[in-house]
């Protein structure tokens, strides 16, 4: 049925870079074969997955949509792509993304755009674009994105659909292309929480792979799906409802606290005062890690090589200015002048300092709440186009989500309305590894 689906909408979604038509439905038929033969299954045993193309697939093309890695096959899989075959999903294919995930619109893929399927002349948001789109359009069941500063919530809220990032080391980011690595947290996309929750019981644990990874045992998450929020406090940050958010979007938010407050839920107003610098740290930090991250892409070990160079120095350069598109060019010059010598203290040093204050205001707010609720993003989905022009406008379209990675704790965001016919969402903030909680109240809204 999902790619029955894909046939008929694809061509004006394109959510997908690349389709596993052929090795989906002979893993469906497998799980077919042991349901007949009577043997045990698992859990998510034939839901159909879509997973956002900078995760590691042993044998089928992983690009980040960067011509970098047009024709990049990595020889082994991410660990959330191994858990969710043991989990029994059967993935439907890649999806498209902002090049190397950075972008809010999915517009800076270095293939092509996708549409939000709400209304085609729209973003879906991105990075994560591909994932959210895809499940929004029912070209999958459930979807994979990753979130460095919002990547899987705003695509989420832009397109209606549930997104959730978990707190930093959660889940393995094993076999992620690394971005910002400090930032970067791979989570699902779903239509509901009970598919929230089973995704979330599928790829979280420790890997010993990845070496921020957490300790520790995972929940049962679903066990986390009482239909009570009774007592439950719930701040509000004023700085995600002030200045910069869409009236419209606040009515949507403010209808779903007096849902809330019906409910039994303490509702009070509360503050994060160092908001206002969340976005400029973030674009110090993340652009100095993707610098660096980004410096393994010469043309000697993977990808795009330029051919015609006179020597290594001219190919390293040719296979750069050729390989990445201009947003990740732009994001590698800011990063190395972040870094570079005279210039690290005064600014990398510095947004590390504040990304401490940043990590307190969350610290200090959650001595008295159980969670922080605001808006994932100012306005829905914009047209296409509208932001490309201008990279500070693109940036600020995260606002509400950036905060959050700083501080490496866990954020969701659910649908809660609708404004001219297009998705609201609203955000759920919590404590470290307290997904449960940010899922029970979710659940409310079932
Ligand atoms: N839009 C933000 C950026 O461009 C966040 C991206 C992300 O979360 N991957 O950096």
Same mark, same amino acid.
């Given at each position: 049925?999902?790619?029955?689906?894909?046939?008929?909408?694809?061509?004006?979604?394109?959510?997908?870079?690349?389709?596993?038509?052929?090795?989906?439905?002979?893993?469906?038929?497998?799980?077919?074969?042991?349901?007949?033969?009577?043997?045990?299954?698992?859990?998510?045993?034939?839901?159909?997955?879509?997973?956002?193309?900078?995760?590691?697939?042993?044998?089928?093309?992983?690009?980040?949509?960067?011509?970098?890695?047009?024709?990049?096959?990595?020889?082994?899989?991410?660990?959330?792509?191994?858990?969710?075959?043991?989990?029994?999903?059967?993935?439907?294919?890649?999806?498209?993304?902002?090049?190397?995930?950075?972008?809010?619109?999915?517009?800076?893929?270095?293939?092509?755009?996708?549409?939000?399927?709400?209304?085609?002349?729209? %973003?879906? /948001?991105?990075?994560?674009?591909?994932? =959210?789109?895809?499940? *929004?359009?029912? !070209?999958?069941? &459930?979807?994979?994105? $990753?979130?460095?500063?919002?990547?899987?919530?705003?695509?989420?809220?832009?397109?209606?659909?549930?997104?959730?990032?978990?707190?930093?080391?959660?889940?393995?980011?094993?076999?992620?292309?690394?971005?910002?690595?400090?930032?970067?947290?791979?989570?699902?996309?779903?239509?509901?929480?009970?598919?929230?929750?089973?995704?979330?019981?599928?790829?979280?644990?420790?890997?010993?792979?990845?070496?921020?990874?957490?300790?520790?045992?995972?929940?049962?998450?679903?066990?986390?799906?009482?239909?009570?929020?009774?007592?439950?406090?719930?701040?509000?940050?004023?700085?995600?409802?002030?200045?910069?958010?869409?009236?419209?979007?606040?009515? %949507?938010? /403010?209808?779903?606290?007096?849902?809330? =407050?019906?409910?039994? *839920?303490?509702? !009070?107003?509360? &503050?994060?005062?160092? $908001?206002?610098?969340?976005?400029?740290?973030?674009?110090?930090?993340?652009?100095?890690?993707?610098?660096?991250?980004?410096?393994?892409?010469?043309?000697?070990?993977?990808?795009?090589?330029?051919?015609?160079?006179?020597?290594?120095?001219?190919?390293?350069?040719?296979?750069?200015?050729?390989?990445?598109?201009?947003?990740?060019?732009?994001?590698?010059?800011?990063?190395?002048?972040?870094?570079?010598?005279?210039?690290?203290?005064?600014?990398?040093?510095?947004?590390?300092?504040?990304?401490?204050?940043?990590?307190?205001?969350?610290?200090?707010?959650?001595?008295?709440?159980?969670?922080?609720?605001?808006?994932?993003?100012?306005?829905?989905?914009?047209?296409?186009?509208?932001?490309?022009?201008?990279?500070?406008?693109?940036?600020?379209?995260?606002?509400?989500?950036?905060?959050?990675?700083?501080?490496?704790?866990?954020?969701?965001?659910?649908?809660?309305?609708?404004?001219?016919?297009?998705?609201?969402?609203?955000?759920?903030?919590?404590?470290?590894?307290?997904?449960?909680?940010?899922?029970?109240?979710?659940?409310?809204?079932?």
């Amino acid at each position: 049925a999902v790619f029955d689906r894909i046939d008929a909408v694809e061509e004006k979604v394109k959510a997908y870079v690349t389709l596993t038509r052929e090795r989906a439905f002979a893993r469906a038929q497998e799980i077919d074969r042991k349901i007949a033969a009577g043997e045990a299954i698992p859990p998510l045993a034939g839901i159909p997955v879509a997973i956002k193309d900078n995760i590691c697939t042993r044998g089928i093309r992983t690009t980040c949509s960067s011509k970098m890695l047009y024709n990049f096959v990595p020889p082994y899989n991410a660990t959330v792509v191994e858990k969710l075959e043991a989990a029994g999903t059967v993935m439907v294919g890649k999806t498209n993304m902002d090049e190397f995930a950075m972008g809010s619109s999915t517009e800076n893929s270095g293939f092509f755009a996708t549409a939000n399927p709400w209304d085609p002349e729209r %973003v879906p /948001g991105g990075s994560s674009g591909g994932s =959210a789109a895809a499940v *929004a359009a029912g !070209e999958a069941i &459930t979807a994979i994105g $990753s979130d460095t500063g919002g990547s899987i919530r705003q695509p989420a809220a832009f397109c209606g659909v549930i997104g959730l990032k978990p707190t930093y080391g959660a889940v393995s980011r094993y076999g992620l292309v690394a971005f910002a690595s400090s930032l970067d947290q791979i989570g699902p996309f779903t239509r509901d929480v009970t598919d929230c929750a089973l995704m979330l019981n599928a790829i979280s644990g420790h890997d010993p792979l990845d070496s921020t990874s957490a300790p520790g045992d995972v929940p049962d998450f679903t066990s986390c799906l009482k239909d009570d929020v009774k007592g439950l406090k719930i701040g509000v940050p004023r700085e995600y409802i002030g200045e910069g958010i869409d009236p419209a979007v606040k009515e %949507v938010v /403010g209808q779903a606290l007096k849902l809330l =407050a019906s409910l039994g *839920a303490e509702i !009070e107003e509360t &503050t994060l005062p160092h $908001s206002r610098y969340a976005l400029p740290a973030y674009y110090l930090i993340a652009t100095a890690e993707a610098s660096s991250n980004l410096a393994r892409y010469d043309g000697v070990r993977y990808g795009y090589r330029a051919e015609d160079a006179r020597d290594v120095v001219d190919m390293f350069m040719k296979t750069r200015s050729r390989g990445f598109g201009p947003e990740v060019k732009r994001r590698i010059m800011l990063g190395t002048y972040a870094l570079s010598a005279g210039y690290y203290d005064a600014y990398y040093l510095k947004a590390l300092k504040v990304r401490t204050l940043i990590k307190q205001d969350f610290d200090r707010a959650f001595e008295k709440f159980d969670v922080l609720l605001a808006p994932t993003t100012p306005t829905p989905a914009f047209k296409r186009g509208e932001k490309m022009d201008d990279p500070l406008q693109m940036y600020m379209s995260d606002i509400c989500t950036l905060a959050v990675n700083l501080a490496g704790i866990p954020g969701i965001s659910i649908p809660a309305g609708f404004v001219n016919g297009l998705p609201v969402g609203m955000q759920l903030i919590g404590k470290p590894f307290d997904e449960g909680t940010l899922l029970r109240v979710a659940y409310t809204f079932e």
